[in-house]
T-cell receptor
Framework: NAGVTQTPKFQVLKTGQSMTLQCAQD?????MYWYRQDPGMGLRLIYY???????DKGEVPNGYNVSRLNKREFSLRLESAAPSQTSVYFC????????????FGQGTRLTVV | AQSVTQPDIHITVSEGASLELRCNYS??????LFWYVQSPGQGLQLLLK??????LVQGIKGFEAEFKRSQSSFNLRKPSVHWSDAAEYFC????????????????FGRGTQLTVWP
């Protein structure tokens, strides 16, 4: 019972480099989310996918793109990393009905130098 | 607009003392309310949630929270804190809904860091 799995756990990028954060869930959830967590800011929603084939912007989408590859996988891409994107990134998933519980991955700590 | 306010950035209590972490929310519909805990280097773990019914909800690790609609609050409490409770605590508000809605979209407070003195 893996739940939500994120890779990688840690990453250091140089400014301007690109990378993709991977997220997969094995709970057959329709909805998946990407959040970033910064000190004193709580978690802020970057993008979400309410169902396979759909994606929508959250509070802080600039500089990011997402792909809902299939029902299990939801990736987050940084095309040209900037130091302001240094953060901890969390993927989450939830079922359709009533948000009974949102499951979070362990996070990816990204540093952009 | 939806928002969650956790007024206390950092709280320090002695082990064995009681604890109350405050949470106020602003939400346009009937809210679903959550408390999460995050230990250093870890993801978020759900402590408890309120959807409807009894306004006093029990969670894991001996925590409870009370929903007060008139005060737009959902404060987290524990009668006796243990050293292992030291962590960061997040209050969140969200909504249920049907397929294709912003179901599951949670709005988080900025967190309260709890330090426990031995």
């Amino acid at each position: 019972n893996a739940g939500v799995t994120q890779t990688p756990k840690f990453q250091v990028l140089k400014t301007g480099q690109s990378m993709t954060l991977q997220c997969a869930q094995d709970m057959n959830h329709n909805s998946m989310y990407w959040y970033r967590q910064d000190p004193g800011m709580g978690l802020r929603l970057i993008y979400y996918s309410a169902s396979e084939g759909t994606t929508d912007k959250g509070e802080v989408p600039n500089g990011y793109n997402v792909s809902r590859l299939n029902k299990r996988e939801f990736s987050l891409r940084l095309e040209s990393a900037a130091p302001s994107q240094t953060s901890v990134y969390f993927c989450a998933s939830s079922s359709d009905r009533g948000l009974s519980r949102a499951f979070f991955g362990q996070g990816t700590r990204l540093t952009v130098v | 607009a939806q928002s969650v306010t956790q007024p206390d950035i950092h709280i320090t209590v002695s082990e064995g003392a009681s604890l109350e972490l405050r949470c106020n929310y602003s939400y346009g519909a009937t809210p679903y309310l959550f408390w999460y805990v995050q230990s250093p280097g870890q993801g978020l773990q759900l402590l408890l949630k309120y959807f409807s019914g009894d306004t006093l909800v029990q969670g894991i690790k001996g925590f409870e929270a009370e929903f007060k609609r008139s005060q737009s609050s959902f404060n987290l409490r524990k009668p006796s804190v243990h050293w292992s409770d030291a962590a960061e605590y997040f209050c969140a508000v969200g909504a249920g809904g049907g397929r294709g809605s912003t179901l599951g979209r949670l709005y988080f407070g900025r967190g309260t860091q709890l330090t426990v003195w031995p």
